[in-house]
């Protein structure tokens, strides 16, 4: 004879905050797991770690060798180690800390200089007036936890012609130029990303200029039937840039090939001949 268990997991009447949540906490790391190549090496410090900063500094060791100088932070819980020279691209390099009780180690890959890796629209392109500005760069520029606070402080990026609207950081590597109604239209657009942009590592970006222009104005058709010499010929327009605005034109009389009988040879000749 067999026996066949089942079980309810039943939930009482209790409040929710009686049942245990989740909680998260950040994971400790002595080191960025990956580093700028000209950046300094910025080393986190355990919080319970009773010893000095000097004496913390004797206790790191690098492999391979990294030569260079330490240098002053007024972070309690962090010492910062200057290269001498730019690290070895695309290179693994380990850190050790050596305290009383145990040794603490980790890993960090040697990356890119912070850059801008690409803005859009295109360059050269032409784009909807209703598009946004897209920078994105290769390196972190912000932390994720401050991308809202950011929002509402100066971006040194310059746009012309100037449009009315908002920057906006859609993660740690890109932020977002939104018009407040759109781009201005038929217009050549210059951005101009600065290099008081800083990285995380603390390094500087260089200078980028990036250009695209807004749809060009054209129009859709011309009235081609036949018109008293006085009369007015409509035009008909799309992409324009504000009603009722003047828009400045150049009107000339059509060409075209004529045959000559007498030369046997075809001849330019405006329309009005």
């Known amino acids: 004879m067999s026996v066949v268990g089942i079980l309810f997991l039943v939930k009482d009447n209790k409040p929710d905050f009686f049942y245990p949540h989740p909680k998260y906490a950040q994971v400790y790391s002595i080191v960025n797991d990956k580093i700028s ?49 730019k690290l070895k691209l695309n290179r693994y390099y380990s850190v050790i800390l050596e305290t009383a009780d145990s040794s603490i180690s980790g890993d960090f890959l040697i990356v890119d200089d912070p850059r801008v890796l690409t803005v859009f629209p295109k360059a050269g392109s032409e784009t909807s007036e209703d598009s946004e ?6 390196r972190p520029m912000v932390p994720i936890t401050t991308l809202d606070v950011l929002a509402d402080f100066d971006i040194p990026i310059e746009i012309e012609p100037a449009t009315e609207g908002k920057f906006k950081w859609v993660g740690t590597r890109t932020v977002q130029f939104v018009p407040e109604k759109r781009l201005i239209r038929s217009s050549n657009y ?29 129009y859709q058709f011309v009235d081609n039937s036949s018109v008293i010499y006085n009369s007015p010929i409509r035009i008909a327009l799309k992409n324009v840039t504000a009603n009722n605005q003047r828009i400045d034109f150049i009107a000339e009389y059509g060409v075209k090939n004529v045959y000559n009988k007498k030369s046997e040879k075809y001849k330019k000749t405006t329309q009005d001949q």
């Open 133 to 138: 500005i897209t920078v994105m760069f290769n």
């Open 190 to 218: 210059t951005v101009r990303i600065k290099s008081d942009f800083v990285s995380m590592d603390g390094l500087k970006i260089d200078d980028f200029e990036h250009q695209f222009r807004t749809r060009a104005l054209r």
């Open 37 to 85: 190549q000209s950046a300094s090496i910025t080393i986190n410090l355990p919080a319970n770690m009773k010893i000095s900063k000097d004496k913390a500094q004797n206790s790191v060791t690098f492999s391979p060798e990294i030569k260079g100088v330490w240098i002053e932070t007024e972070e309690k819980e962090k010492i910062i180690f200057k290269p001498e020279e």
